[in-house]
């Protein structure tokens, strides 16, 4: 009794002595703790009120229609394949793999959503014929397809401050087996504690001991968010107690669905080079190249098990150590109930299945990309379009941009030493949807500079030809293609004083000839003396209706091409033909889909009237001679005359630039030559800009042209532009204007007629 009166007057004296310091500790702990608590709920507040993230948007190609008569090849179905990032597997039953065998594809399309829509998985087989997809079906059914999209390959990933790349999904749109794997292998008191969870620290702790190797973590998901959200690495005790001061406030605030959605588009699991991959579903992308809904359990117990360290198991890097960990996650699958035995085994059989092809896509078409920035600027300013999370869908056809930079690889390979100094650009489209196919601003495809497909502005040379002819033969009471043009010499006054003599290339002048001959041969004197006869205003007024934004030279030389424009502006120009008198404006973007999947835009194009349709078909014909028997004849002795293609050559001023422009009966390519010091090439159109364009459609699976023939008559005509019988000497057959070709007739001497019956003609 007196030990027990002695401790308690021990105690007692303690406390008087000990209690003030005790009582303005606590005091102090409260002041400080209170209204730093109150500073940390605001900030969680503010942060989780109103919880998002800057998503980058993703910019796609347009996706593949397969259809039985699509123009295909192998090579262009293998580069979309390759674009998309599909892997070559022998089954072809995983999302985004394919398998060929000679003609015959077997390929398994991934889940996408569109424009109008989400596409299902879908495994399709095809066969290759003579240029042609020659059958399509359902490779599980047979049964026959009339059309199947591919999803669109991934060509950028527009990011803001933040190099993430992230796909917000929500609780709904993720596998449940992943949710509760999740939980069971990072936090299993998830459902139950109030932000911290002691027990589950020393369970972890005494798990990994028994084991050897981290097999469970210690902090629950709502510390890990923390980590995440607000704090740094380190591991100082202010950091820790700001941690769990955090977590808790969190728990009181939100309820755990809002936190574990929070989490699963958080944490992070990778990183290639500068960007970061937050969030299951862009590691899905990142990894598997596959929808996280499609991931089966040990893509899921990968996935989960890379929490613990994204670099440590990195699948890629360390295989070996990737899969030793997805199996301990698949045995916690199994300990847990998640997965019964069979499940269990079936899973720890399968390979690490990332697919080689699934990496974060590098922004390899700087030159397209840039015109879809320009094209899309106006309705999204660029802080939209780097933290939006929109997906832009564009018009590039992955095929045709890699089959355009081989081609420009080839054909400046074949010039030799003069090659190696020029410079080259390319513009492709649709030739009847003015849809860009692919832009390429310089050899160096990679390279982010000058693009010189949109801002080079070089003098176009008789790349302007075929509209001062538009011009004259929009008036076929006047003009048609047998009108005799005088190609003798020009003098001309110059504004500023001096003469302008102007020549034809090969330094002659050839007297009278026919209009159409001018256009094939591209003579010089012919065509500046059809524009001065038309007016030089007219033809200028008309180049100016496709406010290209460009100065029109308004002086005579504008009629040999004495004009500044880029590659794209041409291809404007010339889609107009294309077209078949139809001014149809080039588009890069087809539309934008908000990060939900929901269309924001839609980039419609309106077609315009066809005033000079009739005159077009003409030019249009014309310019088909160009590429049998005049300036670009090449074509046809190359072995593409099949494709009926139409076509001019350009040259500007002491061969600084060389240029061609053509269309065949689907797709229109304007290809440019040059120096960027502006010296002369050495090249004519016919040797540097056509080279190009034959080897691009050397490579492409095309249609031939076929000109209608509404509004149109046919007639035989002499030498002298009159109308003759088809058997007379020189008798050529020339297209007209409906009810315009020549009344004035020339007939051949009787004895043509004889020899011509005589010989059974």
């Known amino acids: 009794m007196s030990f027990l009166s002695s401790s308690l007057n021990f105690l007692y004296a303690a406390w008087r002595i000990a209690r003030i310091p005790f009582l303005v500790g606590v005091g102090l702990a409260i002041g400080f703790l209170v209204p730093y608590a109150w500073y940390l709920d605001s900030e969680v507040r503010s942060r989780f009120d109103d919880l998002s993230w800057d998503l980058p948007s993703r910019v796609y190609a347009r996706p593949l229609t397969l259809a039985p008569g699509v123009p295909m090849n192998a090579d262009m179905l293998g580069a979309e394949l390759a674009a998309a990032r599909y892997d070559e597997d022998a089954q072809a039953q995983a999302p985004g793999t394919f ?280 309705g999204f300013p660029d802080a939209e379009l780097n933290s939006a999370g929109l997906s832009i869908h564009t018009t590039l056809a992955p095929s045709v941009q890699a089959l355009g930079e081989a081609a420009i690889d080839k054909a400046l390979a074949g010039l030799g030493k003069r090659g190696d100094a020029v410079e080259a650009a390319l513009v492709v489209t649709g030739a009847r949807d003015g849809e860009v196919q692919a832009v390429i601003g310089s050899r160096d495809v990679d390279a982010p500079g000058f693009n010189r497909a949109l801002d080079a502005l070089r003098p176009i040379g008789s790349l302007v030809k075929p509209f001062v002819n538009l011009v004259a033969l929009a008036q076929p009471q006047r003009y048609s293609l047998a009108t005799l043009l005088d190609d003798g010499p020009i003098d001309l006054p110059q504004p500023g004083g001096g003469r302008w003599r102007p020549e034809n290339d090969d330094h002659q002048s050839h007297g009278e000839v026919l209009l159409v001959d001018a256009l094939m041969q ?91 349709t009739t005159a077009s078909r003409l030019v249009t014909w014309a310019m088909q001679q160009v590429a049998i028997g005049g300036t670009a004849h090449a074509i046809t002795d190359s072995g593409l005359g099949w494709l009926h293609a139409a076509g001019k050559t350009g040259t500007s001023d002491t061969q600084r630039d060389s240029w061609f422009a053509g269309f065949t009966g689907d797709t229109l390519a304007v290809a440019w030559v040059g120096r960027d010091d502006n010296k002369p090439t050495g090249l004519f159109g016919s040797t540097g800009g056509l080279r190009i364009w034959i080897e691009l459609m050397k490579r492409l699976p095309g249609a031939p042209l076929v000109v209608p023939q509404d509004g149109i008559e046919r007639a035989y005509v002499a030498p002298s532009g009159k109308r003759t019988d088809a058997v007379c000497a020189g008798a050529r057959e020339l297209p007209f204007a409906l009810g315009y070709a020549p009344t004035e007739e020339e007939h051949c001497p009787m004895d043509q007629l004889r020899n011509f019956f005589g010989s059974g003609g």
């Open 99 to 378: 398998h060929r065998d000679g003609a015959r594809w077997t390929i398994k399309r991934r889940t996408f959503i569109y424009l109008d829509g989400r596409e299902r998985e879908k495994r399709i087989a095809l066969t290759l014929a003579n240029g042609r997809v020659a059958d399509l079906v359902d490779a599980d059914s047979g049964a026959a397809l009339e059309r199947v999209r591919l999803d669109p390959a991934r060509i950028a990933t527009l990011y803001g401050a933040q190099q993430e790349d992230r796909r917000y999904v929500t609780l709904g749109e993720i596998p449940p087996l992943l949710l509760s794997g999740l939980q069971a292998v990072e936090d299993r008191d998830f459902k139950h504690h109030h932000g911290i969870n002691v027990g589950a620290i020393v369970r972890a702790a005494w798990a990994n001991l028994v084991a050897g190797h981290v097999v469970q973590g210690g902090s629950t998901l709502t510390q890990q968010l923390v980590k995440n959200l607000f704090l740094d690495r380190g591991q100082r005790f202010s950091r820790k107690f700001n941690e769990a001061l955090l977590s808790l406030i969190i728990e009181a605030r939100y309820d755990k669905k809002r936190i574990l959605e929070a989490y699963v588009n958080e944490v992070f699991l990778g990183q290639q080079g500068a960007q970061a991959v937050h969030g299951f579903a862009a590691a899905s992308e990142f990894y598997f190249g596959r929808d996280l809904r499609s991931l089966g359990a040990a893509d899921i117990a990968l996935l989960v098990g890379m929490v613990q360290g994204p670099s440590l198991y990195d699948p890629r890097r360390n295989p070996e150590r990737a899969l030793g960990r997805r199996n301990v996650v698949l045995g916690v699958f199994r300990d847990t109930g998640l997965l019964d035995d069979a499940a269990y085994a079936a899973a720890s059989r399968q390979p690490i299945g990332t697919a080689a092809n699934a990496t974060l896509p590098r922004d390899r078409y700087p030159a397209f990309l840039e015109l879809v920035r320009r094209q899309i600027r106006e």
């Open 522 to 612: 591209s003579w010089n004197l012919a065509t500046i003396n059809l524009g001065q006869r038309i007016g030089v205003d007219r033809v200028r007024g008309f180049l100016e209706s496709f406010r290209l934004g460009r100065a029109i030279n308004p002086n005579p030389s504008m009629l040999l091409g004495a004009i500044d424009l880029s590659p794209f502006d041409v291809a404007r120009l010339y889609q107009y033909l294309a077209a078949d008198g139809h001014a149809l404006p080039l588009r890069a973007v087809r539309g934008v889909l908000d990060a939900k999947g929901r269309p924001l835009s839609r980039y419609e194009v309106k077609v315009g009237g066809g005033d000079y």
